[in-house]
């Protein structure tokens, strides 16, 4: 693997990765990043300030999401159609916020509307899962896993887009985690016209199923006293090597946002339900945040982010996070592995 160093002093004309270094050898030169960030300035200002983002975030749009936004529109381009971008990570690195800020970058620097879609929003509904619960395994009543998903609606949702015309509206679902339903449609909302990009951002996005040896014994308390035979994680293996497999074909282009380590995935997510608890007051009542209830719902998760993080899916760009949830390195086909700072 070759490595290389960017600079480490943020400044509106560095680059994460030198013109020339981007993959297909589409670079964006730095004056056109200088000359594309002045025309989004204040946008960029505002978004940070709504994410409630460090400002050092200020300096990542130059140097890394708008040469991405660029590279993404001449992929999109040579494509001649609305282009499907996976952005893959475990729970609480970001990939709302980096899918958002791809957006925005899109829209205000290079007039090319894009649609964010998140895997959550097409969860089954609750009704639906107390089925599942009752006809398959008691643990799928709990969103998250492969097969909580009605993933033949996401993909319905994407061929919309893709098709849609200059005066399309598509509805975009919408799941309300506070009441661990789907929103009703008169809570969701409708995308206008056609997207050049479409990003589909969730945890376990080019997760692959795995051998039947690696399911037989358990690797938390969930799975040794509510799983002991393994039918939950043999269910979800199987959703893996079907239904969400034809899903992560439709992928025209991926990044993966790699956690350091499964410890750092339940603190940043512990973060993130504090943060909605702040942000939504007392309309969000989804009480992660007492007693067990955190661990026990992370750990329905674990065994796939386990594996994500120690074999990470076959993807064009990963970024890598370190403790701190800071962006650490940008490796593109696993070959080519840039410092970003």
Known sequence: MTEHTAGTEPQPATVILPEGGWP????????SIIEARQHAVVALQRFVADEQLPQGWMSVFPRLVIPMAAWLLSEQRRLGRPLVMAIGGSQGSGKTTFSRALRLVL?????????????????????????????????LATRGVPGTHEIEALLECVDALQAASHDSQTLLPRFDKSRDDRAPTSECTAFQGRPGV?????????????????????????????????????????????????????????????APSWNAVKRWRLLQEAKLIRNSSDSYRAHLDEGDAFDTFMAHYERITRR??????????RLALDEQQRLATLTFNSTERYRLG
């Open 24 to 31: 297909e050898a589409c670079p964006l030169p730095s004056g």
């Open 107 to 139: 829209h205000h620097c290079f007039a090319v509307p894009a649609c964010v879609l998140s895997l959550d929003d097409f969860y089954l509904s609750r009704s639906s899962r107390l089925e599942l619960a009752n006809s398959v395994h008691p643990l």
């Open 308 to 317: 994500l993080l120690d074999s990470p899916p076959a993807t064009e760009l």
């Open 198 to 258: 479409i990003f589909l951002e969730g945890w376990c996005l080019g997760a692959q199923p795995v051998s039947e040896g690696e399911l037989a014994l358990p690797i938390n308390q969930l799975e040794a006293e509510h799983d002991p035979e393994g039918h939950w994680r043999r269910y979800v293996n199987e959703q893996l090597a079907g239904r969400y497999k034809h899903l992560f074909q439709r992928f025209d282009r991926s990044l993966f946002l790699q």
